[in-house]
Antibody, heavy 122, light 107 residues
Framework: QVQLQESGPGLVKPSQTLSLTCTVSGGSINSGSHYWTWIRQPAGEGLEWIGRIYIRGGTNYNPSLKSRITISEDTSKNQFSLNLSSVSAADTAVYYC??????????????WGRGTLVTVSS | DIQMAQSPSSLSASVGDRVTITCRASQNLANYLNWYQQKPGNAPKLLIFAASSLQSGVPSRFSGSGSGTDYTLTISSLQPEDFATYYCQQAYNTPRSFGQGTKVEIK
């Protein structure tokens, strides 16, 4: 059974870089037909798509965050990561990693991590 | 970017009620529309994909319908475990986007 687990600092200072890792267990990140995705949710608010990576296939980023985001892969560790630079209090949120899977012609998020709260504060 | 608008933002209902949540997109999604359920402290869970296809393991009281820009999630008979927030999500293009959520509360 494939599972996702986010990890990283829970507290980041303003102007610094937020770095999170998602570890995939029970299956290979290289299995194909999946995008590996980051989504965030500020407290009491809705869901915001940050971006995604297709292993050895490239990335897509939310234009609203594009200048600050890097999503990368480490297939040797079965992990993918998010770096978000120049953070501010507005970046405080629960960050989820998720798997986007295709069925027929539609993609959907069928597997999620439990989420990790990142607070931006000095 | 595609904008998603859900209505209502919240509703109060009783166990056994039929509940309908609406999602409207800023452009035709050609049924590339998914629905999720989120309970407090938990990650979202996929309920419906491709507007009307029930995800494996999801109870049949959940159903989805719609086309073009307008879609609906229906719970035919609300159960205690269904009190949660529901989100629609467009999978037509990137950036992916979600509705603002509909919170279903106990009357």
């Amino acid at each position: 059974q494939v599972q996702l687990q986010e990890s990283g600092p829970g507290l980041v200072k303003p102007s610094q870089t937020l770095s999170l890792t998602c570890t995939v267990s029970g299956g290979s990140i290289n299995s194909g037909s999946h995008y590996w995705t980051w989504i965030r949710q500020p407290a009491g608010e809705g869901l915001e798509w940050i971006g995604r990576i297709y292993i050895r296939g490239g990335t897509n980023y939310n234009p609203s965050l594009k200048s600050r985001i890097t999503i990368s892969e480490d297939t040797s560790k079965n992990q993918f990561s998010l770096n978000l630079s120049s953070v501010s209090a507005a970046d405080t949120a629960v960050y989820y990693c998720a798997r986007e899977t295709i069925s027929g012609s539609i993609w959907y998020f069928d597997l999620w991590g439990r989420g990790t709260l990142v607070t931006v504060s000095s | 970017d595609i904008q998603m608008a859900q209505s209502p933002s919240s509703l109060s209902a009783s166990v056994g009620d039929r509940v309908t949540i609406t999602c409207r997109a800023s452009q035709n999604l050609a049924n590339y529309l998914n629905w999720y359920q989120q309970k407090p402290g938990n990650a979202p869970k996929l309920l419906i994909f491709a507007a009307s296809s029930l995800q494996s393991g999801v109870p049949s009281r959940f159903s989805g319908s719609g086309s073009g820009t307008d879609y609906t999630l229906t719970i035919s008979s609300l159960q205690p475990e269904d009190f949660a927030t529901y989100y629609c999500q467009q999978a037509y293009n990137t950036p992916r986007s979600f509705g603002q959520g509909t919170k279903v509360e106990i009357k």
